[in-house]
T-cell receptor, first 115, second 112 residues
Framework: AQSVTQLDSHVSVSEGTPVLLRCNYS??????LFWYVQHPNKGLQLLLKYTSAATLVKGINGFEAEFKKSETSFHLTKPSAHMSDAAEYFC?????????????FGKGTRLSVIA | SAVISQKPSRDICQRGTSLTIQCQVDSQVTMMFWYRQQPGQSLTLIAT?????????ESGFVIDKFPISRPNLTFSTLTVSNMSPEDSSIYLC?????????FGQGTRLTVV
């Protein structure tokens, strides 16, 4: 069975400091992995996606994530937080790279950015 | 990327009534997935809809409550039947295949 564990339900950082949102996954196959962001009362926005290419994936708004198979992790990072980064972040796994299986969502991490 | 249109974007409904949500994709997709996001929660899969066959429902979701239609490869509907306040959620569709990982803006449903 596939599962996603977001290790922190809430992360708080100061503006201009690094962001680290942690995610571990479990998958029987070679998965695709995603990070989404959801701002209050807004829809889901895809930040980045890992399929099978480079293990370091660069996304929008300065975010990136590194796929580490040995650690079954896909942590999201950003060098310098901005106030506009305050939102809910979801780590997601797709068990098959065909895209014909549903996505499995983590419970989410709420990122707060303090001025 | 895929363009996914959902209608309505939001609605306020009386308990006991039904609402049909439409999902249109700008390309043909084999699978369509329907998710629910309850307030303050993550997304949960309701069902998987394959064109030409009955939808497959996840544990806790039944066809009588959430009937789904999939008349062609670009369109699907989800009906929330006999609504109660517990059905107040955001409902989202997402196509599978090469357009995987894209979502519509969702339908924000409030049941009063």
């Amino acid at each position: 069975a596939q599962s996603v564990t977001q290790l922190d339900s809430h992360v708080s950082v100061s503006e201009g400091t690094p962001v680290l949102l942690r995610c571990n996954y479990s998958s029987s196959y070679s998965p695709s992995l995603f990070w989404y962001v959801q701002h209050p009362n807004k829809g889901l926005q895809l930040l980045l996606k890992y399929t099978s290419a480079a293990t370091l994936v660069k996304g929008i708004n300065g975010f990136e994530a590194e796929f580490k198979k040995s650690e079954t992790s896909f942590h999201l990072t950003k060098p310098s937080a901005h106030m506009s980064d305050a939102a809910e972040y979801f780590c997601v796994v797709s068990p098959h790279r065909s895209g014909n299986t549903p996505l499995v969502f983590g419970k989410g991490t709420r990122l707060s950015v303090i001025a | 990327s895929a363009v996914i249109s959902q209608k309505p974007s939001r609605d306020i409904c009386q308990r006991g009534t039904s609402l049909t949500i439409q999902c249109q994709v700008d390309s043909q997709v084999t699978m369509m997935f329907w998710y629910r996001q309850q307030p303050g929660q993550s997304l949960t899969l309701i069902a998987t809809a394959n064109q030409g066959s009955e939808a497959t429902y996840e544990s806790g979701f039944v066809i009588d409550k959430f009937p789904i239609s999939r008349p062609n490869l670009t369109f699907s509907t989800l009906t929330v039947s006999n609504m109660s306040p517990e059905d107040s959620s955001i409902y989202l569709c997402s196509p599978g295949g090469e357009t995987e990982a894209f979502f519509g803006q969702g339908t924000r449903l409030t049941v009063v």
